[in-house]
């Protein structure tokens, strides 16, 4: 049916951002920045906060972009000395940041909206091999197009990284000094970190589909 062959291009097409942005929400909860600073070989912060610190700032950082707060759920946050934790820059950059969290969010709700429903109507027709090319082109795909990404990151994160602040942000917007809470919670060993894993946990489930979805031969009889 033509049905089924747009319909298993549109899957394999949706599956690797699908794959993609469920890494990024891994990355964007309070534990994996947790996870960072316990981690022996992640740099201090030359500036003084401890571990804690950062844990406990990261966490109010990250759970603003997925939550439904206004940006004076950080604006409001001092230190003990009753010291602003953001600058004003920074403040302005979560704005930023938050606002491409809500539509790629947006967008992968719909994929994966739209990608269930064609799971389910390759199920209830029996189009099982439509459903194997479906997953095993999506897998291919993935794998390809974050195979080359990943190759990129480890020649030359430093590009990456300023691509992809360029693509989503306009210039002067999301650079700050070393003093900068951002930078002290965040540092670029963190983004190095989190890239790799996104990449990673994308290609581990590309190459799984293409493992478990490849076409098996079949066994000659005697």
């Known amino acids: 049916m033509k049905i089924n062959k747009i319909l298993v291009l ?28 316990q981690r022996s070989v ?34 409001d946050l001092q230190d003990e000395n009753g010291m602003r934790m953001f600058a004003p ?4 950059h979560m704005t930023d940041v938050k606002e491409v969290v809500t539509r790629t969010s947006i967008v ?29 082109t999506g897998g291919w795909v993935t794998v390809s197009l974050l195979g080359a990404l990943l190759l990129f990151l480890l020649a030359s994160f430093d590009q990456l990284f300023e691509y992809f602040h360029r693509l989503f942000f306009q210039d002067g917007t999301w650079t700050f000094s070393q003093s900068s809470t951002l930078i002290r919670l965040f540092p670029f060993e963190f983004w190095r970190d989190a890239f790799v894993l996104v990449i990673g946990f994308a290609l581990v489930v590309g190459i799984a589909l293409v493992l478990f979805t490849r076409r098996r031969g079949k066994r000659s009889s005697k």
């Open 108 to 136: 992968w709700y719909v994929l994966g909206g739209v990608s269930i429903a064609i799971l389910v109507w390759f199920v209830v027709m029996g189009q099982w091999e439509s459903l194997r090319k479906a997953l095993n």
């Open 10 to 37: 549109i899957l394999a097409l949706f599956i690797p951002y699908i794959l993609l942005v469920t890494g990024v929400r891994i990355v964007m909860t309070p534990a994996f920045p947790a996870w960072e600073y």
């Open 42 to 75: 992640f740099p201090q912060d030359p500036f003084g906060f401890t571990v804690g610190e950062r844990t406990k700032w990261s966490e109010y950082a990250v759970s603003y972009l997925t939550n439904d707060e206004e940006i004076s759920y950080l604006a």
């Open 89 to 92: 820059d920074e403040l302005s």
